[in-house]
């Protein structure tokens, strides 16, 4: 059990870890991402349905973001609320085709960052870890192809609890799941908005500068975590 000091010069008995996914852990691949929509617009484009690139892709974002609130319980219904939004008539061989072709491309468009593996090596002989994320449904997928599940005792995805991060509620399960206490715990993201959640039900805070929306949805964007590093590789300088 490590003992910190955090700036605020607090004694800081650490047993755990939560920390986020996106950007933190791993990043989308831009290029990526872009083919992959041009895939689905290609498709589209196949059944008669004119769609562009930029609306698709704004539809997408949508849907991915109420996904994550866990509005949708599958991906059939998934394509079919997104094609409503199209304005496109919901025909199960199309579904089908957009159903295949994100299987074969889900997993091509994240990337760990080059030393999160050895970071949760490290981290995972000293403390329990809980990976916690907001996510879209398929998240999972994803993360056991990269190699993490082994690292956490308990994986909490905001499309499987349908709530996000900063809902108290979302790090209230994480902390029952591994069976620790707030004031035994640091939550570890890029995001703000995350580290005002966790401050909120009393764990310590940890911000890795190094995602692009560090301050996106926050309330205060002047908020001062207990600890921050510009990468991943740093944070084993505090835990």
Same mark, same amino acid.
């Given at each position: 059990?490590? !003992?910190?000091?955090?700036?605020?010069?607090?004694?800081?008995?650490?047993?755990?870890?939560?920390?986020?996914?996106?950007?933190? !852990?791993?990043?989308?691949?831009?290029?990526?991402?872009?083919?992959?929509?041009?895939?689905?617009?290609?498709?589209?484009?196949?059944?008669?349905?004119?769609?562009?690139?930029?609306?698709?892709?704004?539809?997408?974002?949508?849907?991915?973001?109420?996904?994550?609130?866990?509005?949708?319980?599958?991906?059939?219904?998934?394509?079919?609320?997104?094609?409503?939004?199209?304005?496109?008539?919901?025909?199960?061989?199309?579904?089908?085709?957009?159903?295949?072709?994100?299987?074969?491309?889900?997993?091509?468009?994240?990337?760990?960052?080059?030393?999160?593996?050895?970071?949760?090596?490290?981290?995972?002989?000293?403390?329990?870890?809980?990976?916690?994320?907001?996510?879209?449904?398929?998240?999972?997928? @994803?993360?056991?192809?990269?190699?993490?599940?082994?690292?956490?005792?308990?994986?909490?995805?905001?499309?499987?609890?349908? @709530?996000?991060?900063?809902?108290?509620?979302?790090?209230?399960?994480?902390?029952?799941?591994?069976?620790?206490?707030?004031?035994?715990?640091?939550? @570890?993201?890029?995001?703000?908005?995350?580290?005002?959640?966790?401050?909120?039900?009393?764990?310590?805070?940890?911000?890795?500068?190094?995602?692009?929306?560090?301050?996106?949805?926050?309330?205060?964007?002047?908020?001062?975590?207990?600890?921050?590093?510009?990468?991943?590789?740093?944070?084993?300088?505090?835990?």
């Amino acid at each position: 059990m490590k !003992v910190l000091r955090s700036q605020r010069s607090e004694r800081v008995d650490l047993k755990g870890v939560l920390i986020d996914f996106g950007d933190t !852990v791993a990043f989308a691949d831009e290029e990526a991402h872009r083919r992959y929509v041009e895939g689905l617009v290609s498709i589209l484009r196949r059944y008669g349905y004119q769609k562009n690139l930029k609306d698709l892709d704004s539809l997408l974002d949508k849907a991915y973001f109420n996904s994550s609130k866990g509005e949708t319980k599958d991906f059939l219904e998934f394509w079919e609320l997104l094609l409503r939004d199209l304005q496109v008539p919901r025909e199960p061989a199309l579904i089908g085709e957009l159903e295949e072709f994100r299987n074969r491309h889900l997993i091509s468009m994240f990337r760990l960052y080059e030393e999160a593996i050895p970071v949760l090596s490290a981290l995972r002989k000293k403390y329990k870890l809980a990976l916690v994320s907001n996510c879209a449904i398929g998240l999972s997928e @994803v993360i056991r192809a990269l190699g993490l599940t082994s690292f956490f005792e308990c994986i909490v995805l905001s499309y499987e609890l349908r @709530v996000r991060k900063p809902d108290r509620r979302i790090y209230l399960e994480a902390l029952r799941r591994i069976n620790l206490e707030p004031n035994e715990c640091v939550f @570890v993201s890029d995001e703000i908005s995350d580290l005002e959640g966790a401050r909120e039900v009393g764990l310590k805070t940890l911000l890795v500068r190094q995602g692009s929306h560090t301050t996106h949805e926050a309330k205060d964007p002047n908020f001062k975590p207990d600890f921050q590093c510009n990468d991943l590789s740093e944070i084993t300088r505090f835990l």
